[in-house]
Nanobody, 123 residues
Framework: QVQLVESGGGLVQAGGSLRLSCEASVRTFSYYNMGWFRQAPGKERDFVAAINRSGGLTSYADSVKGRFTISRDNAKNTVYLQMNTLKPEDTAVYYC????????????????WGQGTQVTVSS
């Protein structure tokens, strides 16, 4: 069973930066494609970014492209989300997810999820 634990969330002013981390408790972390999603109150869970097993391929939502960067360190079983130039509309609970089969923007295809970390951006 894969357990994912996110950290790094918090309160930041607009224009600021945060780096989220997601550590996986699995020996075969490098087998998993990883994704970041976010969910604001009263809204659906939205795709943010994804990265393939090796880290050589990434994908971003248009709303974060150029501001956020997803990366991974397979030796540390960790995936990161560097968030720069944060905006109030980035406020949400951020979740990481893992899937063996594919790198995808579709939340329903991910098999494993973390508990989420809150990001709040003040204006």
């Amino acid at each position: 069973q894969v357990q994912l634990v996110e950290s790094g969330g918090g309160l930041v002013q607009a224009g600021g930066s945060l780096r989220l981390s997601c550590e996986a408790s699995v020996r075969t972390f490098s087998y998993y494609n990883m994704g970041w999603f976010r969910q604001a109150p009263g809204k659906e869970r939205d795709f943010v970014a994804a990265i393939n097993r090796s880290g050589g391929l990434t994908s971003y939502a248009d709303s974060v492209k150029g501001r956020f960067t997803i990366s991974r360190d397979n030796a540390k079983n960790t995936v990161y989300l560097q968030m720069n130039t944060l905006k109030p509309e980035d406020t949400a609970v951020y979740y990481c997810a893992a899937d063996l089969a594919t790198m995808t923007r579709n939340a329903y295809q991910y098999d494993h999820w973390g508990q989420g970390t809150q990001v709040t951006v003040s204006s």
